[in-house]
């Protein structure tokens, strides 16, 4: 099953809104990450943050983080056209064994930003 | 630098057949990750090669395999293909272990559909 899971499946603005996106997550991590992915490509990384860390900005981008919740939220202002694409977050958890940490990855959001 | 390389970026094979994918990562990264990408399940982790050794592995059946290589290039094959194994599938190299707080570089991937 998915650890993380994104909120809301898909949104749809207008160039030059703020586009939130929402994950959450169940056991306990030590970072997490948000990606973005355009139709038919691969995941471009944009930002990490770790468990001590409430709060992170690059950019536009703005992520948070509430391990209390075991949620983080992904804001993008001032959204263009060239930010259409699925964004995903992802948390590291351990192995069924225990042993070792991997990502895993949510469904993601579908952001339209219309121009 | 150079970026992950993926090839081929397209397959076709029938049911039955194998097939072996490709990835060559950053110069100086010596963990490779391959997820499996659908529409239905999202990204799913299939096994992550570190220094060529499988250092984690997803909940896929044994037909799904890989290596890596002495220059951290990395393979992995699908076997006895069937229907359900058509997926875009994402190779994605780190500095270290993923779960190390060590963001992933992706490729583009390889579509693969399974007739």
């Known amino acids: 099953s998915q650890q993380g899971e994104e909120d809301p499946q898909a949104l749809s603005i207008q160039e030059g809104e703020n586009a939130t996106m929402n994950c959450s997550y169940k056991?306990?991590?030590?970072?997490l990450q948000w990606y973005r992915q355009n139709s038919g490509r691969g995941l471009v990384h944009l930002i990490l943050?770790?468990?001590?860390?409430r709060e992170k900005h690059s950019g536009r981008l703005r992520v948070t983080l509430d391990t209390s919740k075991k949620s983080s939220s992904l804001l993008i202002t001032a959204s263009r056209a060239a930010d259409t694409a699925s964004y995903f977050c992802a948390t590291d958890a351990r192995n069924s064994g225990g042993s070792n940490y991997k990502l895993t990855f949510g469904k993601g959001t579908l952001l339209t930003v219309n121009p | 630098k150079a970026g992950v390389t993926q090839t081929p970026r397209y397959l076709i094979k029938t049911r039955g057949q194998q097939v072996t994918l490709s990835c060559s990562p950053i110069s100086g990264h010596r963990s490779v990750s391959w997820y499996q990408q659908t529409p239905g399940q999202g990204l799913q982790f299939l096994f992550e090669?570190?220094?060529?050794?499988?250092?984690n592995k997803g909940n896929f059946p044994g037909r799904f395999s890989g290596r890596q290589f002495s220059n951290s290039r990395s393979e992995m094959n699908v076997s006895t293909l069937e229907l359900g194994d058509s997926a875009l599938y994402l190779c994605a190299s780190s500095l270290l272990l993923s779960g190390a707080s060590s963001p992933l570089h992706f490729g583009n991937g390889t579509r693969l559909t399974v007739t």
């Open positions: 056991t306990s991590i030590n970072n």
């Open positions: 090669y570190f220094s060529e050794t499988q250092r």
């Open positions: 943050i770790r468990s001590n860390e």
